[in-house]
């Protein structure tokens, strides 16, 4: 089983920058796609990032597209998210998945809070 703990979520200011970090536990080999989502308040769940597991593809929302940036280090089995140029309509909850094959995602994490202020 594959676990995934989020990080690196707080408070910010508009304008600025921040990295949220996925770690991922477990039968990691078994991974095939990974991904961040986030859900804000009285919205739908918006998928908002994706990469292969090999990181050689990525994938970006059109809403997100042009400051967010979705990355591995395959040496710590970390996800990261680097959010530039923060809005406040990026505050959400934003949490990490993973899945074993390229058309679902199987592991969900608990999320990490980002709350961006104008």
């Known amino acids: 089983q594959v676990r995934l703990v989020e990080s690196g979520g707080g408070s910010m200011q508009a304008g600025g920058s921040l990295r949220l970090s996925c770690t991922v536990s477990g039968r990691t080999f078994t991974i095939n796609r990974m991904g961040w989502f986030r859900q804000a308040p009285g919205k739908e769940r918006e998928h908002v990032a994706r990469i292969t597991r090999n990181g050689g593809s990525t994938w970006y929302a059109d809403s997100v597209k042009g400051r967010f940036s979705i990355s591995t280090d395959d040496t710590k089995n970390v996800l990261y998210l680097q959010i530039d140029s923060l809005k406040p309509e990026d505050t959400a909850l934003y949490y990490c998945?993973?899945?074993?094959?390229?058309?679902?995602?199987?592991?969900y994490g608990q999320g990490t809070q980002v709350t961006v202020s104008s």
């Open positions: 998945a993973v899945g074993y094959t390229n058309v679902r995602y199987d592991i």
